[in-house]
């Protein structure tokens, strides 16, 4: 992944790689101005250190960030983080010994397998169709591990608009899988950097808003509705758990930026950031729709693909004559990059399958981009029909099986 990422910040190549919010719309007279102000009233706080929790203007306006979600908390149950991985990183840093069992989604978030990894856990993915996670599969699974006197630490799940599935847990889940947690007492964490990107259809009670915080740990983030550059994530947990964070946070890095921190909470307090985000849906809509309308002209006869109500990722499965970690190779050499569908699991599930992001480039690159994938993807197909003899190939298997990705 590291070596793709340094391809693929080549100008020459379009990345359908990264999760990268679209900051280019961002109004820089804004941001000029904010850093203007934040100069000449508060210079010597903003270059110093700040609390290790997080500064109290930030805490309070996550606190309406969250209730645009329908989810009520203090803002002092949040503990400020460096990004969304750090929060990540510190959870799995707190709960996990060498050893724990974890589980999360099959496909998962690719960026928290190296985190989950460093810290040794056994991680037990749950497979997950269009409307996510099986939460029969986990219970069957939770039931397996009481069986042999095992129990998960936690439950990982990003149950709104998934990286890199793009599917959204249903409602019926969701509320399974709180009574599951309450049963069984098991922690689950919440990741939620998603939620406030819907493009279409009605938005579902989060994982924490049906639980109340008892057993649900949230993470959010604001790379997503602002900017990943500011670093700016975090944690809402009850309080054994906030202290244990906040002592790993210490050892971290003692305390996120407090000049993007200030920046943020300037922003969030003029209330007008929905309407920003408001703008987003609108981009990143059109974006999907040119995104799947290509991959329809473009991509092989046998792959599928779904449509996502939000988020940023398309996930797509080729026909099993295509490994995508082979056809990445030969996109590269396109000028075009992906994820292969390898990277979200820790057992080399995924083989046929690729995660495609459609916020971070604009619709012509996004059209260029499939087309040009289609066209490696031919050339696998035609090797592979030179190489066997055979016309007719196999169908790969369907991870999330969401939406439906006609081809
Ligand atoms: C599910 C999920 N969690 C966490 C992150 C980390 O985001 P950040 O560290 O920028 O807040 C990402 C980024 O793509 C993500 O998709």
């Known amino acids: 992944m590291r070596d793709m990422m340094a391809i693929t910040a080549r100008p020459d190549v379009i990345s359908l790689a990264g999760g990268l919010p679209d900051t280019s719309t961002f109004p820089p007279e804004a941001f000029a101005a904010e850093m203007d102000r934040i100069t000449r009233e508060s210079v010597a706080e903003v270059l110093q250190y700040g609390p290790t929790e997080g500064l109290d203007l930030v805490r309070e306006q996550i606190v309406n960030v969250m209730a645009a979600e329908d989810m009520r908390i203090e803002a002092m149950d949040v503990t400020v983080t460096t990004g ?48 996510g996670m099986k939460i029969d599969l986990l219970e069957e699974t939770l039931a397996e591990l009481a069986s042999r006197g095992r129990k998960p630490k936690f439950i990982y799940s990003v149950p709104t608009f998934q990286n890199p599935g793009g599917v959204t847990l249903s409602l019926e889940r969701r509320q399974r899988l709180v009574e599951i947690a309450r049963e069984l007492e098991i922690l689950v964490i919440e990741d939620n950097p998603y939620g406030l990107l819907r493009y279409e259809g009605e938005p579902l009670p989060t994982l924490y808003s049906l639980d109340g915080g008892g057993y649900v740990i949230y993470l959010g983030t604001f790379s997503k509705i602002l900017s990943a550059g500011l670093r700016i994530g975090w944690i809402v947990s009850p309080t054994p758990v906030r202290e244990k964070v906040v002592l790993g946070k210490q050892a971290a890095d003692l305390c996120t930026s407090t000049l993007t921190q200030n920046f943020a909470g300037e922003y969030f307090r003029k209330g007008r950031w929905q309407e920003y985000v408001d703008d987003l849906i609108d981009i990143y809509r059109g974006r999907r729709d040119a995104m799947t309308g290509a991959m329809a002209e473009y991509f092989p006869h046998g792959a599928v693909w779904n449509r996502p109500e939000g988020g940023l990722f398309v996930w797509a499965t080729l026909p099993e004559a295509i490994n995508t970690e082979d056809l990445l190779a030969r996109a590269l050499t396109k000028g075009v990059a992906f994820v292969p569908g390898t990277s979200a699991y820790v057992d080399g599930r995924g083989i046929h399958s690729m995660r495609l992001n459609f916020s971070g480039v604009t619709e012509d690159q996004i059209i260029e981009g499939v087309r040009r994938i289609g066209e490696a993807a031919g050339e696998q197909m035609a090797l592979y029909e030179t190489m066997t003899g055979e016309m007719e190939l196999p169908r790969a298997n369907r991870p999330p099986e969401a939406g439906e990705g006609e081809a």
């Open 84 to 131: 969304g991985q750090q929060a990540i990183d510190l959870i799995t840093k707190v709960l996990i010994d060498p050893g724990d069992i974890l589980i999360c989604d099959a496909p998962t978030y690719p960026g928290a397998i190296p985190t989950f990894c460093s810290y040794e856990a056994d991680v037990i993915q749950i497979e997950c169709d269009s409307d």
